[in-house]
């Protein structure tokens, strides 16, 4: 028999509703994710769930949204408590970044079960332009780089830091080797390297 739903604001039972949802996608898998295991799980009635989420893909983005939320708090939080430095800078970054791999493995399941909707596309869009600016920001007082440079830079470290930890995931490096990699390509990009253009204008 289900329980009686505790009365709660409508914002406390979507954080209850995104809580439950991450604890089904953790233990069970993305595939085990929809309204009614939800509602299930949850202890409320079917209409509740639908009336937060309408649709799973509507659940699934929202919970994307809650776990990237979180992950980027991480990073601030991180990047806050760094010590000075390029170096110190760009391995917290790299940490951080990693550590959703292995502290929020759901966030992957939760792409992976999004793949082809288009309104994920336009989320890791912009998702990236954030992550962009925040480390840009971060590592700004050690380049010589212009800030949009910069921040093109560090879109190209986000695809490379994606990769890598396509990597970790399939266990084909460690957590170590991941931080030390990113955090090279992070430092390797701060400075300008005008002697690139001039080989490329001298080449025939």
């Given at each position: 028999?289900?329980?009686?739903?505790?009365?709660?604001?409508?914002?406390?039972?979507?954080?209850?509703?995104?809580?439950?949802?991450?604890?089904?996608?953790?233990?069970?898998?993305?595939?085990?994710?929809?309204?009614?295991?939800?509602?299930?799980?949850?202890?409320?009635?079917?209409?509740?769930?639908?009336?937060?989420?309408?649709?799973?893909?509507?659940?699934?983005?929202?919970?994307?949204?809650?776990?990237?939320?979180?992950?980027?708090?991480?990073?601030?939080?991180?990047?806050?408590?760094?010590?000075?430095?390029?170096?110190?800078?760009?391995?917290?970054?790299?940490?951080?970044?990693?550590?959703?791999?292995?502290?929020?493995?759901?966030?992957?399941?939760?792409?992976?079960?999004?793949?082809?909707?288009?309104?994920?596309?336009a989320i890791q869009h912009e998702?990236?332009?954030?992550?962009?600016?925040?480390?840009?920001?971060?590592?700004?007082?050690?380049?010589?780089?212009?800030?949009?440079?910069?921040?093109?830079?560090?879109?190209?470290?986000?695809?490379?830091?994606?990769?890598?930890?396509?990597?970790?995931?399939?266990?084909?490096?460690?957590?170590?080797?991941?931080?030390?990699?990113?955090?090279?390509?992070?430092?390797?990009?701060?400075?300008?390297?005008?002697?690139?253009?001039?080989?490329?204008?001298?080449?025939?």
């Open positions: 028999m289900a329980t009686t739903p505790t009365r709660l604001s409508k914002q406390a039972r979507r954080e209850q509703l995104l809580d439950t949802a991450v604890a089904i996608v953790r233990t069970r898998g993305a595939d085990a994710l929809t309204l009614v295991t939800l509602a299930e799980e949850a202890g409320v009635s079917r209409p509740i769930a639908y009336d937060h989420f309408a649709t799973r893909p509507g659940l699934l983005l929202a919970l994307h949204r809650r776990l990237d939320e979180r992950h980027r708090a991480a990073i601030t939080q991180a990047l806050r408590d760094a010590e000075p430095g390029a170096g110190e800078v760009a391995r917290v970054i790299s940490t951080a970044y990693f550590a959703c791999t292995t502290d929020m493995p759901e966030i992957g399941a939760v792409s992976a079960a999004l793949r082809g909707n288009p309104e994920m596309e998702l990236t332009d954030s992550y962009a600016h925040l480390m840009a920001a971060a590592l700004l007082p050690y380049s010589g780089l212009a800030p949009q440079a910069l921040r093109l830079r560090c879109v190209g470290v986000l695809g490379a830091a994606e990769a890598i930890a396509a990597e970790l995931n399939r266990e084909r490096t460690t957590g170590s080797e991941a931080v030390a990699a990113l955090t090279g390509l992070i430092v390797g990009g701060l400075d300008a390297a005008p002697d690139v253009q001039d080989e490329c204008s001298g080449a025939v």
